[in-house]
């Protein structure tokens, strides 16, 4: 017999293999594969982020340190002189001024108006479905429906606002021409329009509540505002957080009823920045100007938002 036959043959060299038993290369290539997919379904999402909000911050960006001429093109360098124009401008302050005291009218007083809203609704029995709603449907109006209506309102001689007045025997109100009523004409037309999406969700949040833990403090001897101030509003601070931070972005970013309503005036008592920033670039055709309020509006936006985060979220609780 051949000798060789028995001789030590090399063993087979084996791929290794991975915990579940595939090959490390194959599970690699499935990898791959998956987040190729995954960067697929993303694309078209990240094309529209990239051509509605990248490109075009980064191209307000630049043309913040240009100036242009008429139709937007480039024509010289011009550094920082956009900004320094702007803050020593007393146009933006007074801008920065209207925005800050539209955002205190609007914003507490949205929030307290969901939640009056909400509570109410909640406590009722029958008939709460028709109040839902009557407090979501400005949920679902457009700021141009909702300002056209209100403008209506708003009329001096037609408006049922006037009438009303009038009826209690008080002489009508320019609501929308007089320097001192029309921040607050605006203000509470958004009051308005902004109370249905607060509204939804503070309605959701308490019907989410431990009905124990209410059951609780009535066993307790709790009265009904000790209840709500010490139970219920904690309780609701993370969807009430979170509410505050939309709603001081969007009070910043208003403009649609501004431009509807009053048009920044009269004098320029609803001259928020916004509006002032499309005046600059759309009207006046300063488009580095209008890049360089943009800027700042996001920087303030961006610090508000901060702020927020580090002194209001640490009330916020969680459990």
């Known amino acids: 017999m051949d000798s060789s036959l028995y001789k030590d043959k090399p063993e087979p060299v084996l791929s290794p293999v991975s915990e579940a038993g595939t090959p490390i290369a194959a599970a690699r290539l499935r990898r791959m594969r998956e987040q190729l997919l995954g960067y697929l379904f993303l694309a078209p999402s990240l094309a529209v982020f990239t051509l509605f909000l ?3 911050m980064a191209r307000s960006v630049y043309l913040s340190f240009q100036l242009t001429d008429p139709r937007g093109r480039v024509a010289a360098y011009a550094g920082w002189d956009n900004y320094s124009r702007m803050l020593e401008s007393s146009a933006f302050w007074n801008s920065l001024w209207i925005t ?11 929030l307290a108006l969901g939640l009056l809203c909400a509570s109410l609704v909640h406590a009722a029995g029958r008939g709460s479905k028709i109040f839902r709603f009557v407090f979501s449907v400005p949920l679902a109006l457009s700021v141009g429906t909702a300002s056209i209506l209100w403008m209506i309102l708003y009329h001096p001689t037609l408006g049922m606002l006037n009438y009303l007045l009038g009826q209690l025997g008080i002489g009508p109100v320019q609501w929308l021409t007089d320097p001192s009523a029309a921040l607050g004409s605006v203000s509470l037309m958004t009051i308005w329009m902004n109370s249905g999406f607060p509204f939804v969700l503070l309605l959701a949040a308490i019907q ?7 059951d609780s403090s009535r066993i307790d001897g709790a009265s009904m505002w000790r209840t709500f101030f ?9 969807t009430l957080f979170f509410l505050a931070v939309v709603s001081i972005m969007s009070a910043f970013q208003s403009f649609g009823q501004v431009n509807i309503l009053t048009r920044g005036g009269p ?3 609803t001259d928020v920045l916004v509006y002032s920033i499309y005046r600059e670039a759309f009207v006046n055709y300063q488009f580095g100007t209008g890049s360089a ?9 961006l610090l508000l938002t901060a702020v927020q985060f580090l002194v209001l979220g640490k009330k916020v609780h969680y459990q």
């Open 267 to 269: 004098a320029g008592s």
């Open 230 to 238: 010490s139970i219920k509003l904690p309780l609701l601070s993370p």
């Open 293 to 301: 309020l943009a800027i700042v509006l996001f920087a303030l936006m």
């Open 100 to 110: 800050v005291k539209f955002t205190l009218l609007t914003v507490p007083a949205g």
């Open 54 to 56: 990248f490109y075009p």
């Open 208 to 214: 989410g509540l431990d009905n124990d833990v209410m």
